[in-house]
């Protein structure tokens, strides 16, 4: 990443060379992050996916005109509504059950890759969801959108996926056919500004955040490696 045409939003464009690390996606978000207060919802993963976080945060400093803004507290819900899971075979069999490609409403979200009915351990705990990945999915530029992403993982042309053909150990312990994927649309919403913001980047970053303060590391595929 880094180069001219890069993303406005810093999403993944395949095709090119792209290392994708976890603390790269959460790193920004941290810096706003105070520590949890009693109102905040910041569920652990041992009863399940979060559908509901909300956090307090600290807006940055800005200046609009000869006016400046110092830091305030404001406090930001993000509501996941994650549709029913599919297996990656079933997607690659049957097109017709991915997001839609012509609503802009479905092509913005977060999206999780797990072993359906599998935990697995991790460094703090044992995870219940069997979850190895979290993207998200949509581009201000319109390339990138719900579907691309999930039809390049049935398809196998996702980095994650594409994996599978180098690891034995993968493939022996949890088979491509047992891969599934969930996903959850994300709408924009204005930040302290006013502006209009993405909210599939937070999303990401907040289900990432949670499960690294959970299990004390990111799920398998996020890490850099």
Known sequence: ???????????????????????????????????????????????????????????????????????REVQTTVKYSWVKPRLLSELRDNYGLLPSSKYSSQWYGVYRVFVPGVSIGRFCGVDPTGTIYIGRAGSKRGWSILRTRLMQLAKREHHVTQAWDYHDARQQK????????SWAYTEHWIDHKGDEVMGAPLAESWLLDSYNDWFGEYPPMNEKG
């Open 1 to 71: 990443m880094g180069e001219a045409e890069e993303d406005e939003d810093g999403e993944i464009e395949y095709g090119r060379e792209y290392v994708h690390t976890a603390d790269d996606a959460l790193a920004e978000a941290r810096k706003l992050l105070p520590r949890l207060r009693d109102s905040d919802i910041w569920p652990g993963w041992e009863d399940g996916v979060p559908t509901f976080l909300r956090r307090t945060l600290w807006t940055p400093r800005f200046q609009v005109g000869k006016v400046r803004h110092d830091h």
């Open 174 to 181: 949890y088979p491509w056919s047992s891969l599934a994927v």
